[in-house]
C-alpha cells in the first residue's frame, strides 16, 4: 500500500515577531527583544518532539585536556560576585530549542540583569555571548558547532569578551566543548543555570570551567524575580517551570540524559512566582514541564504529595486558575499516559485554562508506538482526545509526530496520515528521525531511506497544510481574544498575536497605539494555511471604540503606567 504523492512545502516556519515595549506605530521602526523572538521563534520545538542524536563533528581540535582549568576553579566560585565590576557589560543570548530552552534563557538573562549586565540585541557590542542549545535533533546540534566556530573571530576581536554554552548540548558535552573550542570559556548544563553570573565573573579572571552536574535540589527553581529590564520583554506573558525531567525514556529520546530525571517543584513555590508574575502584569501563564502533566505524580502515587509540597496536576491548574489577573493558562507538553479524569474535567471548568492541547502523537501505528516505547497505543491516544473534545468541545490538538522512525513501513505511515485525519490535529510539529547516539532507537539496524524519509515528510506536512487550512477557514466570522505580541514580520503596521487557540493571528494596526500584552477583540476575516486574518469588528471603527482593550481594562491609547 502507498500513500499518495502529495508535494508541499514546509509549512512550519519558526515566527519572528518582535515584543518589546510600548509602541506607537507613527514613530516607525520597533527595536526588538532578540530575547522574545528568540521566545517566539523556538515554538516551532515544543517539549516532546523528540527527534534525535548525532556524534561530536570531525576530529577535536584545542589544546590537551591538561592545559584547561576545567571546573576546578568554578567549582568554588560563589553564587554572586561584585556587581561593580560587571556594572557596564552587555550580554547576548541565543537560543536554539524548545520552550524549556527558552525558559531557561530567560532565567539566565534575569540572573544576569540582577548582577548589573545590559541586554544586549547585537553581537557587536556584547561583552558576552550566551549560546543555549539544543540536541533533540541532529541539525541543531551542526549549528551549534558551526555559530561556536563563527564566534572566535568575534571573541579575538576585542579583549574582556567571553563566550559561554549552556543548555542540552552542554549537557552531554561538558568540558569536551572547552577541549574542542579554544575561545570557548564556561559550560552550564541544565541544572546549573544559577551558577552562569559567577563562572562569567571566573571566567574574566582567567578561569575556564564546565559544570554540568546533575542535581535533586529543588534551589535551583527557585530564581529572583523578573528583573524590571526583563518585564518588558514577554509583556503579558510568561513560562512557568513546574517541573523538569523524564523517566519515560521514549527510545529515540536523549531528554532523560539531558534533563535527568523527573523532579517537581513544590506547589506553594509555584503558586508564590505565579501570583509575583500576575502581579507584574502577566495574563497568559505556560507551566512547562518535560512531561508537565506527570507533575507531582511519584509524590502522589508514594503517598507523599503533603510532604513533598505537590497536588495532582489538576488541581495545581485549579490553584492558578483562581489567581487575580491570571487570563490564559496553557501547559506544555503533555504525555498522553497521564490525562486523568480530573484533568479531563478541568478543561470543562477552568475559567482561564485555553482550549488548546498540544498532545505529541509521533506515529498513528502501534506497532511504532511500541518501538518508540511510548507506553499508550493508538486506541488510548484517541480516548484521551474524544474525552478531552467531551470536556470542552471546541478545543484546538496540536500534536508532534516523527517520520521514518526506523523500520517504520509505508503501512505504518499510512497509519498515520489516517489518524492525523481523523483527529483533524490543528497544527503538528513534525520531523525525520535522525538517531541520537546512547538511545535505544540509535542501536537499530532497519533504517528508512532517506529518500523516502523525505518524501514522507513532505507528504505529512501537505496533509497538515490541508487540515490547517480547513481548521482556519471554519473560523472565518468568528470573534476572538487577541494576546498581542508585536509587529509581525511583514512590516508596515502589520501585528501579530496569539488567540486562546494559540493560532496565530495577523491583523492591521493602522492608527491604533498598540502594545504588546494588549487582549484584543477581533473578528476572524481570513484564512491561510499558515495563521488567521484578523480585523477590528464594525463596532470598533467608530472612533470612540476605535482602541483595544488592554488586559488590565484601560483603552490603548491611555498611557501605561510603569512595570505594567
Ligand atoms: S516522554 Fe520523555 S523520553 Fe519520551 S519524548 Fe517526551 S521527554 Fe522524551
Redesign the pocket.
Known amino acids: 500500500m502507498r500513500c499518495p504523492p502529495e508535494q508541499v512545502k514546509h509549512f512550519l516556519k519558526g515566527e519572528r515577531i518582535s515584543p518589546g515595549p510600548r509602541i506607537d506605530p507613527a514613530r516607525g521602526r520597533f527595536e526588538a527583544s532578540l530575547f522574545a523572538q528568540n521566545q517566539l521563534k523556538n515554538q516551532a520545538f515544543i517539549?516532546?518532539?523528540?527527534g534525535v542524536l548525532e556524534p561530536p563533528l570531525g576530529a577535536r581540535g584545542g589544546p590537551s585536556p591538561a592545559a584547561l582549568l576545567v571546573d576546578s576553579a568554578a567549582s568554588e566560585v560563589p553564587l554572586s560576585f561584585e556587581r561593580s565590576s560587571m556594572s557596564t557589560r552587555r550580554f547576548h543570548l541565543r537560543t536554539h530549542g524548545c520552550q524549556m530552552n527558552s525558559h531557561d534563557s530567560e532565567k539566565v538573562a534575569n540572573l544576569l540583569l540582577h548582577e548589573g549586565y545590559l541586554e544586549s540585541a547585537r553581537l557587536e557590542s556584547a561583552d558576552l555571548v550566551i549560546l543555549n542549545t539544543c540536541s533533540i535533533r541532529e541539525k541543531a546540534e551542526h549549528k551549534l558547532y558551526s555559530e561556536l566556530g563563527a564566534l572566535r573571530e568575534w571573541k579575538l576581536a576585542a579583549s574582556g569578551r567571553l563566550l559561554g554554552v549552556g543548555g542540552c548540548v552542554a549537557q552531554q558535552e561538558g568540558d569536551a566543548l572547552l577541549r574542542r573550542f579554544a575561545h570557548l570559556d564556561f559550560v552550564f548544563g541544565t541544572h546549573n543555570l544559577r551558577l552562569v553570573p559567577a563562572m562569567a565573573a571566573a571566567a574574566l579572571r582567567g578561569q575556564r570551567g564546565a559544570r554540568v552536574e546533575e542535581s535533586r535540589d529543588l534551589a535551583r527553581f527557585d530564581l529572583p524575580a523578573r528583573h524590571p529590564a526583563f518585564e518588558s520583554a514577554t509583556p503579558g506573558r510568561a513560562f512557568l517551570t513546574v517541573m523538569e525531567g523524564?523517566?519515560?525514556?521514549?527510545s529515540?529520546?536523549?531528554?532523560?540524559t539531558t534533563?535527568g530525571r523527573e523532579i517537581s517543584r513544590p506547589a506553594a513555590s509555584i503558586l508564590e512566582e505565579a501570583r509575583r508574575l500576575a502581579d507584574s502584569g502577566v495574563r497568559e501563564l505556560t507551566l512547562l514541564g518535560?512531561?508537565v502533566n506527570a507533575y507531582g505524580r511519584h509524590d502522589l502515587r508514594r503517598g507523599v504529595g503533603a510532604q513533598a509540597g505537590t497536588v495532582a496536576f489538576a488541581e495545581l491548574l485549579s490553584r492558578i486558575d483562581a489567581i487575580p489577573g491570571i487570563e490564559r493558562i496553557r501547559y506544555t507538553?503533555p504525555?498522553p499516559s497521564f490525562f486523568d479524569a480530573d484533568l479531563i474535567a478541568a478543561h470543562g471548568e477552568l475559567r482561564a485554562l485555553c482550549p488548546h492541547v498540544h498532545l505529541?502523537l509521533?506515529s498513528g501505528s502501534d506497532r511504532v508506538l511500541a518501538d518508540?516505547?511510548?507506553?499508550y497505543r493508538v486506541s488510548e491516544y484517541r480516548a484521551v482526545v474524544a474525552a478531552l473534545r467531551r470536556a470542552r468541545p471546541d478545543l484546538a490538538i496540536t500534536t508532534?509526530l516523527i517520520v521514518a522512525f526506523p523500520g517504520e513501513s509505508e503501512a505504518d505511515f499510512c497509519d498515520t496520515l489516517a489518524l492525523m485525519r481523523e483527529l483533524g490535529f490543528a497544527d503538528s510539529y513534525s520531523f525525520k528521525y535522525s538517531p541520537r547516539p546512547g538511545t535505544a532507537a540509535a542501536r537499530r539496524s532497519d533504517p528508512v531511506d532517506p529518500v523516502e524519509a523525505q518524501r514522507r515528510l513532505e507528504s505529512l506536512q501537505a496533509l497538515q497544510r490541508q487540515l490547517t487550512l480547513e481548521a482556519h477557514r471554519r473560523r472565518v466570522g468568528e470573534r476572538t481574544q487577541v494576546l498581542a505580541i508585536g509587529p509581525s514580520r511583514r512590516g508596515g503596521r502589520q501585528w501579530s498575536g496569539r488567540d486562546p487557540y494559540h493560532r496565530v493571528v495577523n491583523f492591521a494596526a493602522a492608527d491604533r497605539a498598540l502594545a504588546p500584552g494588549d487582549l484584543l477583540e477581533l473578528t476572524i476575516a481570513e484564512a491561510t494555511p499558515h495563521s488567521l486574518i484578523g480585523e477590528w469588528p464594525a463596532s470598533a471603527s467608530s472612533t470612540a471604540s476605535a482602541s483595544p482593550v488592554r488586559i488590565d481594562g484601560r483603552r490603548a491609547d491611555e498611557p501605561r503606567s510603569a512595570g505594567a
Do not use: A, Y
Not at 47 to 50: D, K, Y
Open positions: 517539549g516532546n518532539s523528540r523524564c523517566d519515560l525514556f521514549c529515540f529520546c536523549i531528554v532523560p534533563r518535560q512531561t507538553s504525555h505529541p509521533q518508540m516505547r511510548r507506553r508532534d
